[in-house]
DNA sequence: ATCGGGATCCCCGATTCGGGGGACGGCCGC
DNA sequence: GCGGCCGTCCCCCGAATCGGGGATCCCGAT
């Protein structure tokens, strides 16, 4: 017994051609069969619903559907496909956002091409791959490094803080006092372990938690 | 007359083995010569400068020595060499910070790889290849729409007032007044057209002006 | 040689911020 | 039903910040 079991069915997904073309080709390459390529999130969706692989690779940024808000769709209608994030780079925001989408794997583009090999088969046999780099990553921030959860009301707050908005005009924009614009402002700040509004702001942008 | 011109020379680096092995493959079979790969910035570099070749495709975001500082020194040592960058995305930044480090040449990883070849038969013919996409950014930022340019010590300031540090602090950082600190946050503000600091901040993370 | 830009420093008055406190209603979960 | 979290609003106080000036020095470009 060797080669001839059936091959794992795949579909990948990624919107820069050369991604696309070399991971499918390398897995092609690899013995697992690749029923369906992808360009864009929400045609990998449609494929997915479609063949029903028992793997999917996709990028995690891609145009009309991210690859975390894939999972979460294909998680609830076709359950049966692992679906596996191929990213350039994982930070914890990511991670932990991904974890609870149902992503089952995560391989780094930084990554030799035969891990996404044995990414693929792992996901396909049930259990769930991460790279050695995330994985770091990944317990770092479960001993106790979990980032911040900030409320609605907090995010809105900053993210027009990060317009130049004054307390008074934030206040005027969300139909609430400036007081309570510091209040909020003052939780997050708390929350974002930050000694300034500013660095509160620096923080919610570089861990993604406003846009 | 038609296959048997000597074939272009190029060079090919990217961080990730899946777009290195696409692209070196797929530009190969177009007929032109691969005639170095590189994993990171350094050894592309030395790629380079050891076999000189017309063209060299390279990541943006790669280790040790990213893509426009890669062909602001390669511009110096092997000017016959034209730089075409391979970018995920493309802003303002970007695109005015490598035109003026001697770039011949932007190509989205989202285009189709045709494009490559395209990009790379420009550059090696002396004219400059530019994404579509890419250059409609251009258009819209020369036409009035030219990002600021920081000043060092203002990014300084900035970085580090992003790290939630005061006016005081960042003076005894930097050994400069608290005065100074203020005198660069507010040309800084002007710069960025920030109404508060924080705004400054905020752009100039977003345009990736500072870290 | 002049001119501009960058970096440095200073003063001012008005406003805002940071950090502390308390308060009230609503909603959800235990 | 009670505690806990969220969102809302208010007070105080000292410190910092804002926006507007002006000033000096040096270096590189013209």
Chains 1, 2 share one sequence.
Do not use: W
């Amino acid at each position: 017994m060797s080669a001839e079991k059936a091959p794992i069915t795949c579909v990948v997904a990624d919107d820069h051609p050369a991604v696309l073309e070399a991971v499918a080709e390398f897995l092609a390459q690899a013995g697992i069969e690749i029923v369906a390529r992808a360009r864009d999130g929400e045609e990998a969706l449609e494929r997915i619903e479609q063949r029903k692989p028992q793997v999917a690779l996709v990028d995690v940024r891609m145009p009309k559907l991210g690859g975390i808000e894939l999972a979460r769709r294909a998680q609830r209608s076709v359950p049966e496909t692992a679906i596996l994030l191929y990213t350039g780079y994982g930070d914890r925001a990511l991670l932990t956002e991904a974890l609870d989408a149902g992503v089952r794997g995560f391989v780094l583009k930084e990554a030799p091409m035969d891990d996404l090999v044995r990414a693929v088969q792992s996901a396909a046999a049930g259990s769930t791959y991460v790279d050695p780099v995330l994985a770091g990553t990944l317990a770092a921030s479960s001993v106790g490094n979990k980032l911040p959860q900030l409320t609605q009301r907090e995010r809105d707050v900053l993210r027009l803080l990060a317009d130049g908005l004054s307390n008074e005009e934030i206040g005027k924009r969300l139909f609430i006092s400036a007081e309570t614009v510091r209040t909020h402002v003052r939780k997050a700040m708390d929350k974002l372990d930050a000694d300034t509004r500013t660095q509160a702001v620096a923080r919610a942008l570089r861990d993604r938690l406003i846009a």
